[in-house]
């Protein structure tokens, strides 16, 4: 099994920068790739970017240039670094992660995950 652990959330003004990070613990050697969702209230969960082990990442288009993925192969943390936050990316923002290989654009759908954490909140006042 494997537990994922979120935090770094907040609240903060438009325009400020905010990361997350997400401790993966467990039996983490059987990882592929770990991502990040967001979920507004009344909306679906959709994807923000994933990053496998040795560190290929995606990007969604409606973060890109702003949000970053990394990770820290030592710590088994991937961190979500958000720059220039709008309103609209108020959200609770999970970490998931997949055993499954394969990389590509079927990283972006939540069924291709096995685990997920339990969320953190991130609030952009305006």
């Known amino acids: 099994q494997v537990q994922l652990v979120e935090s770094g959330g907040g609240l903060v003004q438009a325009g400020g920068s905010l990361r997350v990070s997400c401790t993966a613990s467990g039996r983490t050697f059987s990882l592929y790739a770990m991502g990040w969702f967001r979920q507004a209230p009344g909306k679906e969960r959709d994807f923000i970017a994933a990053?496998?082990?040795?560190?290929?990442?995606i990007l969604s288009d409606s973060v890109s240039g702003r949000f970053t993925i990394s990770r820290d192969r030592a710590k088994n943390t991937v961190y979500l670094t958000m720059n220039s936050l709008k309103p609209e990316d108020t959200a609770v923002y999970y970490c998931a992660a997949t055993r499954s290989t394969g990389w590509g654009t079927r990283l972006r759908a939540t069924h291709e995950y096995d685990y997920w954490g339990q969320g953190t909140q991130v609030t952009v006042s305006s």
């Open positions: 990053i496998s082990w040795i560190g290929s990442t």
